[in-house]
């Protein structure tokens, strides 16, 4: 029997786990990589292995979605479980930091995730490794430019071009909401059915933010809050909160843990956790009215664009803003299209709903579980 597995490395990859365990056609194994562990490949600046999960954390994963996830704590565990593995699937930092033997290795890059040290070990295993992006717009210069490379490495999209292979999995989550209806999702999430749901992703970039330091963040965000409790809304807050992000946050001395205690009063609800089917972050945008996206961040480009959840950010448009959310071709491309917008109210709502199902189609393709199998294991 072949044996196929996903190295599952930090808790925002659940929802890409989930869908992998519960469409693939033949026996999937979901292996929890919890460990330290220093790059194979000498990087001038080093890529490392780290345990992302607490023990409480994996023991509601498990009781959450399946309780046959295989926690790995040692690198010579994971070596195992890759020599008897046929095919070997992660988001790409195993492949990037260590060396895996598995008989073919594909790295679900999506949106150019770990893409340039991916072009780089593509030496190391030749056809053994193949790079699956959502759809072949990733690969379009024009488009993306050097988005998750330098300069240097643009030749090597052209160079490699058989590595690469297309196909899109975030639509099998939506496909599984509408088989409810929002009420029902509310109910299950303890949200209110008379109410319109803002949720806040509080969550501020440390390297592309659109706001002028901590202090400029909180004041955009507490104006948000105010002027959308105002209109009446129920607000729900939503930060990523795992023991690696906590970390993150302090290292940074950004204000996701710092500045909670400011917008305690200014929320009514908080909903940080994981777990369950679909992952609560798509559950909870699913069943909101609008995003209030503090600040760049995935969640946007993710969830929030696939549950057609529009989005609003408090920035300003001018040069200086504009060149930092360019850093990122789809959040670029979402500003333009008029699916974040900065200001809020019906013509913005309108604009949005005109726009998003002709740009999902223009950044992903088409979904079909079947053809994400067909591509990945043929």
Not at 115 to 122: E, H, K, N, T, W
Not at 299 to 304: F, H, M, S
Not at 345 to 350: A, K, L, R
Not at 352 to 372: G, P, Q, R
């Given at each position: 029997?072949?044996?196929?597995?996903?190295?599952?490395?930090?808790?925002?990859?659940?929802?890409?786990?989930?869908?992998?365990?519960k469409t693939?056609?033949?026996?999937?194994?979901?292996?929890?990589?919890?460990?330290?562990?220093?790059?194979k490949?000498?990087?001038?600046?080093?890529?490392?292995?780290?345990?992302?999960?607490?023990?409480?954390?994996?023991?509601?994963?498990?009781?959450?979605?399946?309780?046959?996830?295989?926690?790995?704590?040692?690198?010579?565990?994971?070596?195992?479980?890759?020599?008897?593995?046929?095919?070997?699937?992660?988001?790409?930092?195993?492949?990037?930091?260590?060396?895996?033997?598995?008989?073919?290795?594909?790295?679900?890059?999506?949106?150019?995730?770990?893409?340039?040290?991916?072009?780089?070990?593509?030496?190391?295993?030749?056809?053994?490794?193949?790079?699956?992006?959502?759809?072949?717009?990733?690969?379009?210069?024009?488009?993306?430019?050097?988005?998750?490379?330098?300069?240097?490495?643009?030749?090597?999209?052209?160079?490699?071009?058989?590595?690469?292979?297309?196909?899109?999995?975030?639509?099998?989550?939506?496909?599984?909401?509408?088989?409810?209806?929002?009420d029902?999702?509310?109910?299950?999430?303890?949200?209110?059915?008379?109410?319109?749901?803002?949720?806040?992703?509080?969550?501020?970039?440390?390297?592309?933010?659109?706001?002028?330091?901590?202090?400029?963040?909180?004041?955009?965000?507490?104006?948000?809050?105010?002027?959308?409790?105002?209109?009446?809304?129920?607000?729900?807050?939503?930060?990523?909160?795992?023991?690696?992000?906590?970390?993150?946050?302090?290292?940074?001395?950004?204000?996701?843990?710092?500045?909670?205690?400011?917008?305690?009063?200014?929320?009514?609800?908080?909903?940080?956790?994981?777990?369950?089917?679909?992952?609560?972050?798509?559950?909870?945008?699913y069943?909101?009215?609008?995003?209030?996206?503090?600040d760049?961040s995935?969640?946007?480009?993710?969830?929030?664009l696939?549950?057609?959840?529009?989005?609003?950010?408090?920035?300003?448009k001018?040069?200086?803003?504009?060149?930092?959310?360019?850093?990122?071709p789809?959040?670029?491309d979402?500003?333009?299209?008029?699916?974040?917008?900065?200001?809020y109210?019906?013509?913005?709502?309108?604009k949005?709903?005109?726009?998003?199902?002709?740009?999902?189609?223009?950044?992903?393709?088409?979904?079909?579980?079947?053809?994400?199998w067909?591509?990945?294991?043929?």
């Open positions: 029997m072949s044996n196929y597995i996903y190295c599952l490395n930090t808790p925002k990859e659940l929802s890409l786990a989930m869908f992998l365990y693939s056609p033949v026996p999937l194994k979901i292996v929890m990589t919890n460990f330290s562990a220093a790059d490949y000498n990087w001038p600046k080093s890529k490392a292995m780290e345990p992302w999960f607490s023990n409480e954390d994996i023991a509601t994963i498990k009781e959450k979605t399946s309780k046959d996830i295989i926690v790995c704590s040692t690198e010579k565990h994971l070596n195992e479980l890759w020599k008897d593995s046929d095919v070997c699937m992660s988001r790409g930092r195993e492949f990037v930091v260590l060396k895996s033997p598995a008989k073919k290795n594909v790295a679900l890059s999506l949106d150019r995730c770990y893409f340039g040290r991916l072009l780089d070990v593509i030496p190391h295993y030749g056809d053994r490794l193949k790079i699956l992006l959502f759809s072949p717009i990733w690969l379009d210069e024009k488009e993306c430019g050097d988005y998750e490379i330098n300069p240097k490495q643009k030749n090597l999209i052209n160079k490699y071009r058989n590595a690469f292979i297309f196909a899109d999995v975030l639509g099998y989550n939506y496909e599984i909401l509408k088989g409810k209806s929002k029902e999702w509310k109910k299950e999430l303890g949200l209110p059915l008379d109410r319109k749901i803002a949720t806040l992703s509080f969550r501020m970039s440390a390297d592309c933010s659109v706001h002028n330091g901590s202090a400029d963040f909180m004041a955009a965000v507490k104006k948000s809050l105010k002027k959308f409790r105002d209109d009446g809304y129920f607000i729900v807050c939503r930060r990523r909160m795992s023991q690696r992000d906590a970390q993150y946050y302090r290292q940074c001395r950004t204000p996701e843990i710092s500045g909670f205690e400011e917008i305690r009063d200014l929320i009514d609800v908080s909903i940080d956790g994981f777990g369950g089917f679909p992952e609560t972050v798509w559950r909870l945008l069943s909101s009215d609008v995003l209030i996206l503090a760049i995935g969640i946007a480009r993710i969830e929030a696939f549950c057609r959840c529009p989005v609003y950010m408090p920035f300003e001018n040069e200086t803003t504009l060149k930092r959310l360019g850093t990122f789809i959040i670029k979402m500003v333009k299209n008029d699916l974040i917008f900065n200001e109210g019906n013509e913005s709502i309108e949005y709903h005109a726009n998003v199902e002709n740009f999902i189609k223009k950044w992903h393709n088409d979904y079909s579980a079947e053809k994400f067909d591509v990945v294991l043929k």
